[in-house]
């Protein structure tokens, strides 16, 4: 299958700071998506980002499909960004490779 | 908002009993899914599942689970004969169409005695 790698895997962050994850994969991709996984386990979607970029508040996601990677970008982090992002890829139609995930840690 | 359920929220079981997990996606998603999280592991794909059939599912997905929409709201995950392995966090997801956001549920943790 396809092999996603995500770099970082831990990161710890002052309140305030910005910082940038990345996911790398090794084939092409029809949909990536970008998940944050908080501390009590809920994973919420951020972004579904095949190609581009997009903008959500403090957060950012750029896709470049032609070169394998995407970027998760946190402006101004907060406490609550805190826990591990994942990105998550499919290639076959309906079937998802994540990576192993960027551990966040946020610290007031 | 609509929400994605679970039921359980844990399940403990004893190795080779059979366990029924229970997700009820949002109303008018047509894609769900399912996965697992072994504790302090990525998220694995198991399976995907359309129009009432199996749409894809990974090497984990083998002849012990299996997949059901048994009437218009809830969507089971069947776990024949569970093993020590088997013991993780289990996630429903639906999505309304293919390449869209999936929302995911609150997860069934199991744990096989």
């Known amino acids: 299958g396809i092999q996603v790698e995500q770099s970082p895997p831990d990161l710890i962050l002052q309140e305030g700071a910005n910082s940038t994850l990345r996911c790398n994969f090794s084939d092409s991709v029809n949909n990536l998506q970008w998940f944050h996984q908080n501390p009590w386990g809920q994973l919420i979607n951020l972004f579904y980002?095949?190609?581009g970029t997009k903008q959500n508040g403090r957060l950012s996601a750029t896709t470049v499909a032609t070169e394998r990677y995407s970027l998760l970008y946190i402006s101004s982090s907060q406490t609550t960004d805190s826990g591990v992002y994942f990105c998550a890829v499919e290639r076959d139609f309906n079937k998802f490779y994540f990576g192993s995930g960027t551990k966040l840690n946020v610290k007031p | 908002e609509p929400e994605v359920t679970q039921t359980p929220s844990h399940q403990v079981t004893q190795m080779g009993q059979e366990v029924i997990l229970r997700c009820v996606p949002i109303s008018n998603h047509l894609y769900f899914y399912w996965y697992r999280q072994i504790l302090g592991q990525k998220v694995e794909f198991l399976v995907s599942f359309y129009n009432n059939e199996i749409s894809e599912k990974s090497e984990i997905f083998d002849d012990q689970f299996s997949v059901e929409r048994p009437d218009g709201s809830n969507f089971t995950l069947k776990i024949r004969s569970t093993k020590l392995e088997d013991s993780a966090m289990y996630f429903c997801a639906s999505a309304p169409g293919p390449r869209e956001t999936q929302y995911f549920g609150p997860g069934t943790r199991l744990l096989v005695l």
């Open positions: 980002i095949p190609s």
